[in-house]
């Protein structure tokens, strides 16, 4: 695909030549303020508040080449800028301004016996890079991120968004030249389509890390491919066990409020296991309560039998992210096997135990090894903002550097810092 | 290559049967005390001094291949076991397991508004892999790490080393049945050659970090084929700055400290860079000292020129880690230029700056982009034991996860754990 021309004149446009610059601006970014930092955040959204006309005509020009190629009316919607909803991506990016400035936390501090005085501080990356799906916030939301946290920022939004995010990158990168701060900073490789993508994910040297948001496929494709450091986010089969001492009413809201408050994000629940002591007691009514809020309930034999509705599981159910109104129910004997089930299926996301057994609880928590384990408590509270960092980047589902909702925090790095007065090494 | 007969019967013995028992042995080695993590460090080390003679007869069938095949004598001194040598990997092995455990920590803790308490904590990665050259010693180090850490571990060490690796693992592999505790936690894919290497870059889901250990085409390697989490370690293209203020005294000890007390890792300085305003007054001297501990300086023109000594420094000098007596030399207009300078031929390992100017320190500390940042110190000290941590897993020079010398504590991950009464999200 043709480079941008609108967005950038230079003949030697390329994803190379952009990351580049990234990489040029993330010096000067990484040296801004907190002030500054919080300055410029405040300048992107009222820009973008004062370009909505702009945004929502570009965001048309999308729209109708979505009909054209029969995006579905889902999609559709979530592609979709109104005024009000221009108003709260602005307003999302003033909220992370608020945030406290994650550069420049001393981590640790230690004196060597010769003087030499160690201080560990957090810093930008450098220039994070982002691939991601579907809606046009992602694109205001990151910048802001990693803005706030010193970094430079390399784009890759979904095809279907393209012309959203152009004119929402441009308005952002204006905003910044306004504050005097280099837009260089904010870069796209959208005009290059799948070429953008590759560079993006080879880019060592430019890319200080790489973070994919979207579909399983999306980050699997990221993971495997990628050269650059990632950090995998995003899918979640999520289980819940009911344990023979789990209270009724406990185990019907939250396996309710897990699958139904919002089934197409990745801490809802696909997989409910029951212990075989419990089934008789817990799966009619939880089951009932599923069905009555439009729930198909995938059941092996036991949680058809006890339950009398719902449809046959086959063995591709305990493996599937629904993201829909669909839940995997099996009956297990025991805590064991429960276990043994979650080791073999889970994303190692999210997985939440109710139980009024404390050494089933305990046993729970060490055993399980994802990135967030629950006792009584709904899957959905996996996320950034429940868990009080004011934003989420995204939900790490990889042991390395970050685990479970990534704040601002996890978008820094450190560095050493030895001061001393000409000690040398004996 | 045929499996190691001797080492384990199974038909289905390959590096991927190989690295789902260290997958199934993660599990009750996470779960193990500080006590019997302790315990099995000091039975280990006690198999190692007790199992001497047969390490040192493995060692010798090495050391006999590698004249036959012309391994330096460098190498094969690198690699040669004899009594004290082993007491020495035992003693590292017990001063290992005297470090505190990195298990269990608590790294952050909150309470939801609506009660839901929340506690992040330190947990072992699960499978640590690592692929490494040279030296013996690195097969018992990194064991007693990974044990330490409660993580199963999967070796690949350097063919030169094979029969002391592929003995030294077996008696490690005893002194944990001896102990109760589950052998499968120790495994190597050395007799399977590149292929094993190749799978342990590839096994998602089996390896939960690999860390290569070694020159810098191994890492670079490691780095590019590998689609589990890496963590780059160890090439050091380290800078040391002269500015304008140098002391005479503290460059030319620092420099010499840092080039001549052991040039052939990878925190000995390669390249310095004198202000040209304090050229005249430290070069002559600063060449001295090297010259006279057998240092060959590959100097720019200024250099030749103010030393008198030296040859002339080419491109390739200025990218080159030589780990060796060798050392590049540069004299620069201002800092702007060493900060150029650094920029371009950094592998932001370390770099360090002389001076007695605060506000050159203080823009350097800030400018530098590297994992250690010194002013007026040796850049030898950028070293786990030197900084206090009892132990060195590698140094990293990313910026994912872990930065700089790496301890214990880098070779564990989090977990959140949420503890509810019911609570739903509304």
Same mark, same amino acid.
């Given at each position: 695909?043709?480079?941008?021309?609108?967005d950038?004149?230079? %003949?030697?446009?390329n994803?190379?030549s952009r990351? $580049?610059?990234?990489?040029d601006?993330?010096?000067s970014?990484g040296?801004?303020?907190?002030?500054?930092? *919080?300055?410029a955040? *405040?300048?992107?959204?009222?820009a973008?508040?004062?370009?909505?006309?702009?945004?929502?005509?570009?965001?048309?020009?999308?729209? *109708?080449? #979505?009909?054209? &190629?029969?995006?579905?009316?889902?999609?559709?919607?979530?592609?979709?800028?109104?005024?009000?909803r221009?108003?709260?991506?602005?307003?999302a990016?003033?909220?992370?301004?608020?945030?406290?400035?994650?550069?420049?936390?001393?981590?640790?501090?230690?004196?060597l016996p010769?003087?030499?005085?160690?201080?560990?501080?957090?810093?930008?990356?450098?220039?994070?890079?982002?691939?991601?799906?579907?809606?046009?916030?992602? %694109?205001?939301?990151?910048?802001?991120?990693?803005?706030?946290? #010193?970094n430079?920022?390399?784009? $890759?939004?979904?095809?279907?968004?393209?012309?959203?995010?152009? &004119?929402?990158?441009?308005?952002?990168?204006?905003?910044?030249?306004?504050?005097?701060?280099d837009?260089?900073?904010?870069?796209?490789?959208?005009?290059?389509? $799948?070429?953008?993508?590759?560079?993006?994910?080879?880019?060592?040297?430019?890319?200080?890390?790489?973070?994919?948001r979207?579909?399983?496929?999306l980050?699997?494709?990221?993971? %495997?491919e990628?050269?650059?450091?990632?950090?995998? &986010?995003?899918?979640?089969?999520?289980?819940?066990?009911?344990?023979? %001492?789990a209270?009724?009413?406990?185990?019907?809201?939250?396996?309710?409020?897990?699958?139904v408050?919002r089934?197409?994000?990745?801490?809802?629940?696909?997989t409910?296991?029951v212990?075989?002591?419990a089934?008789?007691?817990?799966?009619?009514?939880?089951?009932?309560?599923?069905?009555s809020? #439009?729930?198909?309930?995938?059941?092996d034999?036991?949680?058809?039998?006890?339950?009398?509705?719902?449809?046959?599981a &086959?063995?591709?159910?305990w493996a599937?992210?629904?993201?829909?109104?669909?839940?995997?129910?099996?009956?297990?004997d025991?805590?064991?096997?429960?276990?043994?089930?979650?080791?073999?299926?889970?994303?190692?996301?999210?997985?939440?135990?109710?139980t009024m057994?404390? #050494?089933?609880?305990?046993?729970?928590?060490?055993?399980?090894?994802?990135?967030?384990?629950m006792?009584?408590a709904?899957? $959905?509270f996996?996320?950034?903002?429940?868990?009080?960092?004011?934003?989420e980047v995204g939900?790490?589902?990889?042991k390395?550097?970050?685990?479970g909702?990534?704040?601002?925090?996890?978008?820094?790095?450190?560095?050493?810092?030895?001061?001393?007065?000409?000690?040398? *090494?004996?």
């Amino acid at each position: 695909m043709a480079p941008d021309a609108a967005d950038n004149g230079l %003949t030697d446009d390329n994803a190379a030549s952009r990351m $580049r610059k990234a990489k040029d601006a993330a010096r000067s970014i990484g040296l801004l303020t907190d002030t500054q930092k *919080r300055d410029a955040l *405040r300048a992107i959204a009222d820009a973008i508040e004062g370009a909505a006309d702009e945004i929502i005509a570009a965001n048309a020009d999308d729209l *109708r080449r #979505g009909r054209e &190629t029969g995006l579905s009316e889902a999609l559709q919607d979530r592609l979709s800028l109104d005024e009000a909803r221009v108003a709260v991506l602005a307003e999302a990016v003033r909220e992370i301004s608020a945030l406290p400035d994650p550069v420049g936390r001393v981590l640790d501090r230690r004196t060597l016996p010769n003087g030499v005085a160690l201080t560990k501080v957090s810093v930008p990356f450098g220039v994070v890079g982002v691939i991601y799906e579907a809606r046009p916030n992602v %694109t205001v939301d990151i910048t802001a991120l990693a803005l706030r946290s #010193g970094n430079a920022v390399v784009l $890759r939004g979904g095809s279907a968004a393209l012309s959203s995010n152009a &004119t929402i990158v441009s308005v952002m990168r204006r905003a910044l030249t306004g504050e005097g701060i280099d837009p260089e900073a904010i870069q796209t490789v959208d005009p290059f389509g $799948r070429d953008g993508a590759r560079a993006l994910m080879t880019a060592r040297g430019l890319i200080d890390v790489l973070v994919p948001r979207g579909s399983a496929d999306l980050i699997h494709t990221v993971v %495997t491919e990628s050269t650059v450091p990632v950090i995998e &986010t995003g899918a979640g089969v999520v289980h819940i066990v009911l344990d023979e %001492t789990a209270p009724l009413d406990w185990a019907r809201d939250i396996v309710v409020n897990a699958k139904v408050q919002r089934p197409s994000v990745c801490n809802a629940v696909e997989t409910v296991l029951v212990h075989r002591a419990a089934a008789g007691r817990l799966v009619p009514a939880v089951v009932d309560a599923l069905v009555s809020r #439009g729930v198909t309930v995938h059941g092996d034999e036991d949680v058809l039998e006890l339950a009398g509705q719902g449809v046959p599981a &086959t063995d591709a159910d305990w493996a599937a992210e629904y993201l829909s109104l669909d839940v995997a129910m099996r009956v297990v004997d025991d805590l064991d096997q429960a276990l043994d089930h979650i080791r073999r299926y889970s994303t190692q996301h999210t997985e939440s135990i109710i139980t009024m057994n404390d #050494g089933s609880a305990e046993r729970f928590v060490a055993e399980v090894d994802s990135a967030v384990v629950m006792v009584n408590a709904s899957t $959905r509270f996996t996320d950034g903002g429940e868990f009080g960092f004011g934003a989420e980047v995204g939900i790490s589902t990889q042991k390395l550097h970050a685990r479970g909702p990534m704040g601002l925090a996890e978008l820094t790095s450190a560095k050493w810092i030895a001061r001393g007065a000409g000690q040398v *090494r004996g």
